[in-house]
Each structure stands twice: as C-alpha cells, then as structure tokens.
C-alpha cells in the first residue's frame, strides 16, 4: 500500500462545475496536510494547508480532511479552465527528525473544458 | 522577495559522469529540502536541511549522493558518478522556522544521465 494515495485521473470536469479531489493517507499519526497545484514543467505551487479536522476554505477552494477515515480532499467551486493542472496531496511528516519531510502522491490530472 | 531558485534547469550527462545542482531558499529560511520525482513516480523527499545542519537524510537513496548547505544558505546536491537511474526532477523547497511545514518549492532540476 502507498502512504499517500490518489487517483491519477485524468479528472475532466465543464467550466463552472465544482471539481473533486480525494487522498488517502496509511500513517494515522500524521498532522499535516497540504495541497499543491503544479502545472507543467513548473513549480509545485501551494494552495492550501490543513491541521484539523473539517472543512478550511480560501476562495474557490475548499479543503476536508477527517483523520479517522485517514482521507483529505480538495474541492474546487466554479472551476475555471485556468485550475488545469496536476494537484498534488502531500502529508507531513509526525514529528521527530521527520517533520519536515513531505511524502506525496502520485497527482491527480484536472482538465477543466470550456 | 524571490522565491526558490533552482540552478541549472536542466542538465544532460553522460553516465559515471558527475553533476552538481544548486539550491537558492528564500532568504530567511532556515529549512532547506531536496526531493526527487523519477518518471512515473510521486515527489520523494531526500533530505531536510536546519540552516546548515542535516536534520532528516533518511531518503537520499545511496552514498553516490552528497548534499551540502555551508553557512546555511544555498544548497548543493552532487551525484557521483550518475547512474541511469537517476535520471528525474530534483526539486529544492524551503520553508521558515515555525511555519507549520510551509514549504515553497523551486521549479526543478531536469536531469538527464544517457
């Protein structure tokens, strides 16, 4: 098993529609939990961290993490098709000499069509 | 402020050769972070800088890999001598003290080993 899983996509959704991202994670005592964006042969760009449980939002974006289920998503409301990218779950590290240390998964694929 | 900047972009050697990647942080941040995206695969964390001292080189994959952070600023990442497989996307990231494992990332380094 992966520690940190996500469908690879493609994930295509129409412009205006909310798009959905899902990750599982296997290490029940991590704390940290972020979203990058990165689009091609650019730098991953970070769009939103979470600590606790329930939904964080910022914008269009809204973030739900439940530890019990060990399950974070990402939610985009009204996506435009400039949100095209390839979204990244990264879990941080649970502490020690470990915590800085982001473990990733493998991306998700977002094509947002006119 | 700028951000992180990687040096070069991209890099082609030739394998037993050796190759030297730079890492400039954000000024200010102590954490310094090296990872690695091989073809096909997610991000994976090589190793976590504290100003100049390694906190984390739990993922630096063998010792033909030496990474370096004198005085606490830039960053270096030599391979020697590269083998095929290293063939990737470096990315350096860094985040301050205290900022909840905040990392920004730099854009890459392609490297090539034919």
């Known amino acids: 098993q992966k520690e940190v899983e996500q469908n690879s996509g493609p994930l295509s959704v129409p412009e205006g529609a909310i798009a959905s991202l899902n990750c599982t994670y296997s290490?029940?005592?991590?704390?940290?939990f972020f979203w990058y964006r990165q689009y091609s042969g650019k730098s991953p760009e970070l769009i939103m961290s979470?600590?606790?449980?329930g939904d964080k939002e910022d914008g269009r974006f809204t973030a739900q993490l439940n530890k019990a289920s060990q399950y974070v998503s990402l939610l985009i409301r009204d996506s435009q098709p400039s949100d095209s990218a390839t979204y990244l779950c990264?879990?941080?590290?649970?502490?020690?000499?470990?915590?800085?240390?982001?473990?990733f998964g493998q991306g998700t694929i977002l094509t947002v069509h006119p | 402020e700028a951000g992180v900047t990687q040096f070069p972009s991209h890099s082609v050697i030739e394998k037993g050769q050796t190759v030297t990647l730079r890492c400039d942080p954000i000024?200010?941040?102590?954490?310094l972070y090296w990872y690695r995206r091989v073809m096909g695969k997610e991000i994976k964390f090589l190793l976590h800088?504290?100003?100049?001292?390694?906190?984390?080189e739990s993922g630096m994959p063998n010792n033909r890999f030496l990474a370096e952070r004198t005085g606490g600023t830039y960053s270096t990442l030599k391979v020697q001598p590269a083998e095929l497989e290293d063939s990737g996307v470096y990315f350096c990231?860094?985040?301050?003290?205290?900022?909840?494992?905040?990392?920004?990332f730099g854009a890459g380094t392609r490297l090539s080993v034919l």
């Open positions: 000024s200010g941040h102590d954490n």
């Open positions: 979470i600590y606790s449980n």
């Open positions: 290490d029940r005592v991590s704390q940290s």
């Open positions: 990231a860094s985040s301050a003290q205290g900022a909840k494992n905040i990392q920004y």
């Open positions: 990264a879990v941080g590290g649970a502490g020690g000499t470990s915590y800085g240390k982001l473990t």
């Open positions: 800088f504290v100003k100049e001292s390694k906190q984390d």
